[in-house]
């Protein structure tokens, strides 16, 4: 029986003929994502759902896809999917990841011209026959400092067009190499730097929890008088109320704004203020990003029920049917091994280099890197996947190198991850024992033998009598329970490491009061997806 796709969303027709061909019963229901009763009535004839923004998949909505085996989304965003509920469900969620990428920088550029010359408010007074020349007195890009914050895929193009456009061009990325830095010809700043510097500052970094807000009323008051601000990446990044108090001032100049805090923005405190260019969450509105996002999410379903390839998942690696039994383990733990490193390591990355050592160096290694890259950079990068991660990576300058070795230890197989920045190495190594589930079993050359939990604190010390007792009562007296812990050091007197596995996030003062005390050199909260770990 051929497999069935509902096609929810207004898809080209090209995209629909691309799995008429591969021999794909296709239903083209372009206003159904609209409709959720409806959706909720049928989804459960079918085998895959290709979307694009419209249909919102809740939880509600998958529990009734009894069928439903994945979940295509032509463009980059998934936040209309509910990604836990899908996993749960064995439903495989892939998104087009960069057809979109010229298109919003593009726009980016649009909106920076526009703000910068008045031009709606300038075509709308000429178009009412006022003739007002002299009112729409705009500013020069040539020679201005471009700002950009987040220079991954999409604000490295940007930052070309800026250096076409002969503006000098500052970058903050946590990921932007000084070596990637020059190659694009643009200098990477810190965040501060960048505020005080740019004439014109537009946002390309995803959200997480790190960038929500990040410019607000303290970050603008930090900014040159008279600077323009332009962000077509997510509303949330932007304090929309702190933003409009600015251009009241004149503080800002103007504002171009793609994205909203809550979308569609019906209302805005940003609305009818002079020097503001608004446009609907148009980024990714052309017709070639269209056309791309649409062929590609066809492709990706078809392979995958035709054939059972995945690629561009976001919840599932990119491995073949054959290699899914061994391999799923060892991607745990590449993505555990990537997301402790990430998680401690504040400096741009230089280098990784990755050690796969005995049976596990047989493997597709590829995938195994990529899902070390994806945990280590998604502590930064909210979207990365398994697919992204090399991409990003290499737009970053790090360079990633990798080492296959016969069995070298006491261990049958384990992999080892060393990254290097511009002031220290650091190196984590892990194995997958009988159970199935990752385990830590080196830190810094300290040895020890640690599973994955969902909270989890790192500590850093020298080995000296009552750092247990410290971090017990600490811990304590803030409510935080001490699940386990898994202590080791190099020698007697000498560095000593501690992974305590708690039952809850631990509050930032917490953390504070124990890095205070003189025989702990560093402690840093560690978060796992234990669905992920232990699946």
Same mark, same amino acid.
């Given at each position: 029986?051929?497999?069935?796709?509902?096609?929810?969303?207004?898809?080209?027709?090209?995209?629909?003929?691309?799995?008429?061909?591969?021999?794909?019963?296709?239903?083209?229901?372009?206003?159904?994502?609209?409709?959720?009763?409806?959706?909720?009535?049928?989804?459960?004839?079918?085998?895959?759902?290709?979307?694009?923004?419209?249909?919102?998949?809740?939880?509600?909505?998958?529990?009734?896809?009894?069928?439903?085996?994945?979940?295509?989304?032509?463009?980059?965003?998934?936040?209309?999917?509910?990604?836990?509920?899908?996993?749960?469900?064995?439903?495989?969620?892939?998104?087009?990841?960069?057809?979109?990428?010229?298109?919003?920088?593009?726009?980016?550029?649009?909106?920076?011209?526009?703000?910068?010359?008045?031009?709606?408010?300038?075509?709308?007074?000429?178009?009412?026959?006022?003739?007002?020349?002299?009112?729409?007195?705009?500013?020069?890009?040539?020679?201005?400092?471009?700002?950009?914050?987040?220079?991954?895929?999409?604000?490295?193009?940007?930052?070309?067009?800026?250096?076409?456009?002969?503006?000098?061009?500052?970058?903050?990325?946590?990921?932007?190499?000084?070596?990637?830095?020059?190659?694009?010809?643009?200098?990477?700043?810190?965040?501060?730097?960048?505020?005080?510097?740019?004439?014109?500052?537009?946002?390309?970094?995803?959200?997480?929890?790190?960038?929500?807000?990040?410019?607000?009323?303290?970050?603008?008051?930090?900014?040159?008088?008279?600077?323009?601000?332009?962000?077509?990446?997510?509303?949330?990044?932007?304090?929309?109320?702190? #933003?409009?108090?600015?251009? *009241?001032?004149?503080?800002?100049? &103007? /504002?171009? %704004?793609?994205?909203?805090?809550? $979308? !569609?923005? @019906?209302?805005?405190?940003?609305?009818?203020?002079?020097?503001?260019?608004?446009?609907?969450?148009?980024?990714?509105?052309?017709?070639?990003?269209?056309?791309?996002?649409?062929?590609?999410?066809?492709?990706?379903?078809?392979?995958?029920?035709?054939?059972?390839?995945?690629?561009?998942?976001?919840?599932?690696?990119?491995?073949?049917?054959?290699?899914?039994?061994? #391999?799923?383990?060892?991607? *745990?733990?590449?993505?555990?091994? &990537? /997301?402790? %490193?990430?998680?401690?390591?504040? $400096? !741009?990355? @230089?280098?990784?280099?990755?050690?796969?050592?005995?049976?596990?160096?047989?493997?597709?290694?590829?995938?195994?890197?990529?899902?070390?890259?994806?945990?280590?950079?998604?502590?930064?990068?909210?979207?990365?996947?398994?697919?992204?991660?090399?991409?990003?990576?290499?737009?970053?300058?790090?360079?990633?190198?990798?080492?296959?070795?016969?069995?070298?230890?006491?261990?049958?197989?384990?992999? *080892?991850?060393?990254?290097?920045?511009?002031?220290?190495?650091?190196?984590?190594?892990?194995?997958?024992?009988?159970?199935?589930?990752?385990?830590?079993?080196?830190?810094?050359?300290?040895?020890?033998?640690?599973?994955?939990?969902?909270?989890?604190?790192?500590?850093?010390?020298?080995?000296?009598?009552?750092?247990?007792?410290?971090?017990?009562?600490?811990?304590?007296?803030?409510?935080?329970?001490?699940?386990?812990?898994?202590?080791?050091?190099?020698?007697?007197?000498?560095?000593?490491?501690?992974?305590?596995?708690?039952?809850?996030?631990?509050?930032?003062?917490?953390?504070?009061?124990?890095?205070?005390?003189?025989?702990?050199?560093?402690?840093?909260?560690?978060?796992?997806?234990?669905?992920?770990?232990?699946?």
């Amino acid at each position: 029986m051929a497999p069935r796709v509902l096609v929810s969303d207004a898809l080209s027709e090209t995209a629909v003929q691309i799995f008429k061909d591969r021999g794909i019963e296709v239903d083209f229901q372009p206003q159904l994502g609209k409709d959720k009763d409806k959706l909720l009535e049928i989804i459960g004839d079918y085998d895959g759902l290709a979307i694009r923004s419209a249909t919102k998949v809740t939880e509600k909505i998958i529990e009734a896809a009894t069928n439903l085996k994945v979940i295509g989304r032509a463009g980059i965003g998934v936040d209309n999917v509910d990604i836990p509920a899908a996993s749960r469900k064995g439903i495989i969620v892939m998104n087009t990841p960069f057809g979109n990428s010229i298109t919003t920088a593009e726009h980016a550029i649009a909106l920076m011209f526009a703000v910068a010359r008045e031009l709606p408010a300038a075509d709308t007074s000429t178009q009412a026959g006022k003739w007002e020349k002299n009112r729409f007195m705009g500013v020069e890009i040539t020679g201005k400092t471009l700002g950009v914050i987040g220079c991954g895929n999409i604000g490295s193009i940007v930052a070309s067009r800026g250096v076409g456009l002969k503006m000098r061009v500052v970058a903050f990325d946590p990921f932007l190499s000084a070596e990637r830095a020059a190659q694009l010809g643009i200098e990477k700043v810190e965040l501060d730097e960048l505020f005080k510097r740019a004439d014109f500052i537009t946002l390309h970094t995803p959200m997480t929890d790190k960038t929500r807000g990040i410019v607000n009323a303290a970050a603008i008051a930090k900014m040159k008088d008279g600077v323009r601000i332009i962000n077509c990446a997510r509303g949330g990044l932007v304090v929309e109320a702190d #933003l409009a108090a600015a251009l *009241k001032s004149g503080k800002v100049a &103007g /504002a171009g %704004v793609d994205v909203f805090e809550t $979308e !569609p923005a @019906k209302e805005s405190v940003l609305f009818g203020l002079p020097g503001v260019v608004c446009t609907p969450h148009l980024g990714a509105s052309t017709t070639e990003a269209q056309e791309n996002v649409a062929l590609q999410v066809a492709e990706q379903m078809a392979d995958y029920l035709i054939r059972g390839a995945v690629s561009n998942a976001i919840n599932m690696p990119s491995i073949t049917a054959e290699e899914a039994p061994i #391999l799923t383990p060892f991607v *745990k733990l590449s993505e555990c091994l &990537g /997301a402790f %490193v990430g998680q401690v390591t504040e $400096e !741009p990355i @230089k280098s990784v280099e990755i050690v796969y050592d005995g049976t596990v160096a047989g493997m597709n290694t590829k995938a195994l890197t990529s899902a070390a890259l994806a945990g280590l950079m998604k502590s930064q990068v909210a979207d990365v996947n398994m697919v992204s991660a090399p991409v990003m990576a290499k737009e970053r300058g790090i360079q990633v190198t990798e080492s296959r070795r016969d069995q070298s230890g006491v261990f049958e197989t384990y992999i *080892k991850l060393q990254i290097k920045t511009e002031k220290q190495t650091r190196d984590v190594a892990g194995t997958v024992f009988s159970d199935g589930k990752p385990r830590f079993i080196q830190i810094k050359g300290i040895n020890l033998d640690a599973e994955i939990g969902r909270y989890m604190v790192y500590t850093t010390n020298n080995d000296a009598p009552g750092i247990i007792g410290l971090l017990g009562t600490t811990f304590g007296n803030a409510g935080v329970n001490i699940a386990n812990f898994q202590l080791g050091r190099n020698r007697p007197g000498g560095d000593a490491i501690a992974l305590l596995y708690v039952d809850s996030p631990v509050p930032d003062e917490v953390l504070e009061a124990v890095r205070a005390h003189k025989a702990i050199a560093s402690a840093k909260p560690l978060t796992f997806d234990v669905a992920e770990v232990t699946a």
